[in-house]
C-alpha cells in the first residue's frame, strides 16, 4: 500500500497570517498602553482635580450662603428696616448651590471609593492582554515562521530537483580517415 504525504500546494496562506499577526500585534500594543494611560488619568482627574474643585466650590458656597444669611439677619436685628425678598431670595439660591456642591462632592468620593473594585477586574483584562501580547504572539510569530518554513522544505522534497541547465555540445566536423596514401594525394 502506498503511502500518500500531504498536498502542500501553498503556504501563502501562513505567510499572510504572519503578516496579518504583525500588523495586529503593531496596532494592539500602542492602543493597550493607551487605555492603561486614560484609566490612570481618570484616577488622578477623581482623586486630584474633581475633588479639590467640588471642595473649593462647597466652601465658597457655604461662605456664600453665611453671607447672604448674615445680611437677612442684620436687616431683622436693627430693625430699621424689613429684609427684601431679594436678600431672602439670595439664601435660598446659596442653599441651593451648596446643597449642588455637596452632592457633586459626595458623588465624586463615591466614585473614588468605588473606582478600585470597579476598574480593577477590567484593568486585571487589559494586564491580561497585555502580557498575551508581549509574550504569547511573538511566540505565535515565530512559530508561524517556523512551520512555514517546515512546510516550505517538506513541499521541497518532492519535489524534483531540476537538472542544472547544460548547453548542447557543439559539433566538430569530423574528418574521415584516411589513409597514407589519400594524404598524399
Known sequence: MAQQ??????VEALDTFRAALVLYLSKARPTLDE???EVVRL?????SDRRIFWEKQARRC???LEEAKQSVFSAEMSRLRESTSAERTAVTKAQRDLAEAEAKLASVKKWVSDFESRVSPLAKQLERMQSFLSSGLPRAHA????????????ANVGMP?????????TVLPVEPDLTNEEKAS
Open 5 to 10: 504525504g500531504a498536498n502542500i500546494s501553498s
Open 35 to 37: 487605555i492603561n494611560a
Open 43 to 47: 484616577r488622578v482627574w477623581l482623586e
Open 62 to 64: 457655604a461662605l456664600k
Open 143 to 154: 512559530h508561524l515562521t517556523e512551520s512555514i518554513r517546515t512546510l516550505e522544505a517538506y
Open 161 to 169: 530537483v531540476a537538472a542544472p541547465a547544460i548547453a548542447e555540445p
